[in-house]
């Protein structure tokens, strides 16, 4: 054995047996035992050593979950809401994980569009623009094709694989629309949102129209999402009974079908629509579910038209897993009703929203292999959701007081937000705080409580904290630590070996002695 083989068998050894003298003195998992805790991080140490000693891949299938507004905190809450302190979202459970710095080029918190637009293409840009180049200021009329930016769904197309995404949200809003759109304002989903701006469809073609006939969206195998009113005219209506929002008397749904003549494909608005559908005999499926965003998981009843995003994502991955996509696939999924539940200042359903999308993400997550497949989850803006105070364990955190104010003498809840409409339920002018516990109890429906809100806003703001990354898969580890939220585009590219950004990823063994002489190093010195 040489010398690198003898500390590597050393170190192993020593590992084992630290791990292992652990063990021997638990004897049951107590939270009020020591050792509960301590073997619950060597067990967690000894599962990413294990996992750095495997073979590194390329990363032929990728895909990105975002749970929009799902901030540190609310996954913290999130948590209380669906089982306990200790519970553990699919999510989570992913092997590397990092803080990404959100902010925008011109605004220190961001919104949807600046975000996605970040981790998307690589590269930050102005608050309210889609995959436009920094230089360029929400508004503007210019689309300069050197300053229109490419996202990880043309550079996928590009490397011959399938791309698809699935959104609670408007197929056409949010992140989303940085997949495959470019525009200087991100409110401009339809050609009168472009004239209400000053601009022109002919300067400026509107994000509904860039799906259907860009170069990049015209691609997608799958699309499933909301917002219908974008895409048909206002002498049209919908399902719903709604006009659309177009001005310029194009149905896009139909020239999507039309677009699509000679190959198999669907399209459909309904969840018994998408549960009859035989995927193996659809070439492209395009599916808008409402008029609008999606209702919100915890308002969707038996019989609801309405699919759960898991239903989605299982359609979405069908799609795009089949034989003939022998390059892999990108799957873009979005959630973004956790962030609108914070904007009404309702917790109970952006908590049960997370619940909703941990599912989603865990169906994605059994339907694939960590081998071939970089799993990413994440969350693009924050919110101002806080959880002050010294509540008991056993308490319902959305029930019950925190504690006292030892101003006003009246108790405060465990959960407020910094912004929102909720503000006025809980305040009063002249006379300051209401009892929130009485005001919690003026609502039957608990689904429909709020908590309070310092500022007064008809919505509440995002937040600007650091994105908590998720990640697993080939060359996951790189999305560990602190970094700038587009460097997410460029692991993404690296690790899949798109976009000529292979440079060294390749399958390759990690020195098992080298590592484990690093983290000796780092340990004992």
């Not at 047996?17 to 020591?34: F, I, M, P, T, Y």
């Not at 139909?254 to 559908?277: D, F, H, M, P, R």
Request: aromatic share 10%.
């Amino acid at each position: 054995m040489n010398r690198w083989g003898a500390w590597e068998a050393l170190l192993s050894l020593l590992l084992i047996l630290a791990v292992g003298s652990s063990w021997s003195q638990v004897k049951g998992h107590e939270e009020h035992d020591a050792h509960y805790w301590k073997h619950m991080a060597h067990e967690l140490l000894y599962e990413k050593k294990d996992y750095t000693m495997q073979k590194i891949n390329i990363a032929k299938n990728i895909m990105v979950f975002v749970g929009a507004g799902m901030s540190q905190t609310t996954v913290t809450g999130a948590r209380y809401y669906n089982g306990g302190d200790n519970e553990t979202f699919a999510f989570e459970r992913l092997k590397w994980s990092g803080n990404a710095r959100t902010y925008c080029v011109d605004s220190r918190v961001p919104d949807s569009a600046c975000a996605g637009t970040a981790f998307l293409t690589g590269v930050k840009s102005n608050l309210g623009t889609v995959a436009m180049d920094p230089t360029v200021r929400r508004g503007e009329c210019a689309m300069d094709p050197a300053k229109q930016l490419a996202s990880i769904a043309k550079w996928a197309l590009e490397a011959g694989k399938a791309v698809g995404f699935a959104t609670t949200s408007r197929v056409t809003s949010g992140s989303n629309a940085a997949l495959y759109a470019n525009s200087p304002d991100s409110r401009w989903e339809n050609d009168a949102d472009v004239g209400a701006g000053g601009c022109t469809t002919a300067t400026v073609p509107d994000i509904a129209h860039q799906l259907i006939h860009g170069d990049i969206g015209k691609q997608f195998k799958v699309v499933l999402g909301g917002g219908r009113k974008h895409f048909f005219p206002t002498v049209e209506t919908d399902p719903s009974g709604q006009r659309g929002l177009r001005t310029d008397g194009k149905n896009l749904i139909n020239e999507w079908k039309q677009s699509k003549a000679g190959a198999n494909a669907t399209y459909i608005t309904t969840v018994n629509e998408l549960a009859s559908l035989d995927t193996s005999k659809i070439d492209y499926l395009f599916g808008l579910f409402d008029y609008d965003h999606l209702p919100f998981s915890a308002d969707i009843a038996n019989g609801s038209v309405t699919p759960a995003l898991v239903r989605m994502v299982h359609y979405s991955l069908e799609m795009l897993q089949k034989k003939e996509h022998t390059n892999g696939y990108l799957l873009f999924v979005e959630d973004g009703n956790i962030r609108r539940a914070h904007g009404q200042n309702a917790p109970r359903k952006a908590f049960d929203q997370v619940r909703h999308y941990a599912n989603a993400f865990n169906m994605a997550h059994m339907m694939a292999n960590e081998q071939n497949t970089l799993f990413i989850s994440m969350n693009d803006v924050g919110s101002t959701l806080s959880l002050p105070g010294y509540p008991a364990r056993s308490s319902d955190l959305l029930d019950t007081a925190a504690g006292t104010s030892s101003a006003d003498g009246l108790p405060y809840l465990g959960l407020t937000y910094a912004t929102g409409p909720a503000h006025s339920t809980y305040y009063r002018t002249g006379s300051g705080r209401l009892d929130p516990m009485e005001v919690l109890q003026s609502v039957p429906n608990g689904l429909e409580r709020t908590c309070p809100a310092l500022v007064p806003m008809a919505e509440g703001a995002d937040g600007g904290e650091d994105a908590t990354v998720y990640a697993s898969g080939p060359w996951a580890f790189m999305l560990s630590g602190g970094y700038e939220q587009h460097f997410v585009a460029h692991t993404i590219a690296f690790a899949s070996c798109i976009d000529g950004a292979c440079d060294g990823a390749a399958t390759l063994v990690l020195s098992t002695a080298a590592l484990l002489a690093a983290l000796g190093v780092r340990l004992f010195v």
